[in-house]
């Protein structure tokens, strides 16, 4: 795999000089789960072939699978190096510290990190508003729940997540203001069995539809067992449990990877923080199922639309959290600071966040 560009040491003086071949970019992608999963890896490996098939031999992609949120993550990204890669895209957000680390060793290769928040010169930040997605299945949530009770399968206590299950509670509770939720953490990104048992915990509970922030579609399959409904998360999952699909909040990376790599190749890699949503074209509900009535589907539109032309923002108060305190005033617009913040639970909401 290695590959060895520099001249050999002892060329020909009379050689003639050659016009040097365009050096390939080499791209390495680095995954907290297989690329198999159906969710958050598979969605960054079709942008990893999206930029393949776009820039052709101007960039070699390659990736690693299934990479633990550990020092195992500075070893592959060492290695990535070491191998040639000048831009590395690190995929989940518990690779931060490592990032970090591994970077202010290697200043002459770029890293993406995905759901971080601290940059350096050569770490730029990225991520999508998964929460927007999360609003959108909320809206058919609140349309479709009998038992007036949501649940969400959650993964790792970060502020992303926590403003996601927030979202969903929020589009939900924008049908029906009674609604209530539960969520169930599992502490992994992907862990199928434990999806599926806090998916049954849930349902065992009152639950009827639910959501996750987790890697796998355990959690809709687990509903189609139980005669629940569920959604798909990143990827489109509507092929894993047909019957208790209502929709899959699909991200989309090849936009944004597609940027990166055009302004890499024109020697201006975008160092910064990068965060698109339905606007951009990075998050949608799509394939909402067949048997959500049509004034649901005209309320998902309406907030599309919205979110779209930025007429709408999810986060506008009144918003208060489950204690009763008011955390936005009536029209008040959450900013980026406050979202990224996110630390609680919004009324409705069963539990506290934990930590
Ligand atoms: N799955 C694995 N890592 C992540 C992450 O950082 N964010 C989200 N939303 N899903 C993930």
Known sequence: QKEETAAPAAAPAEAPAAAPAPDKLKIGFMYVSPIGDGGWTFQHDLGRKAIQDKFGDRIETSFVESVPESADSERVMRDMAAQGN???FAT?????????????????????????????????????????????????????????TVGVVASVPIPEVVRNINSFVLGAQSVDPSIRAKVVWVNEWFSPPKESEAAASLINGGVDVLYQNTNSPAVLKTAEERGARAFGKDGDMSSFAPKAHLGSAVVNWAPYYTKVVEDTLAGNWPQGNYWWGVK????????????????????????RAGLKDGSFAVWTGPIKDNTGKELLAEGQVADDQFLTGINFFVAGVEGKVPG
Do not use: C
């Open 86 to 88: 000048k831009l590395i």
């Open 92 to 148: 989940s957000f518990g690779y931060q510290e490592f990032v970090q680390k591994v970077a202010a060793d290697l200043p002459d290769v770029k890293f993406e990190h995905a759901t971080g928040y601290k940059q350096r010169e050569n770490v730029a930040t990225y991520d999508t508003k998964t929460f927007e997605g999360a609003y959108l299945a909320g809206i058919v949530a609140g349309g479709m729940t009998q038992t007036k």
């Open 280 to 303: 951009e074209g990075a998050i949608d509900l799509l394939k909402i199922a067949d048997d959500v009535p049509q004034e649901i589907l005209d309320r998902v539109a309406k907030a």
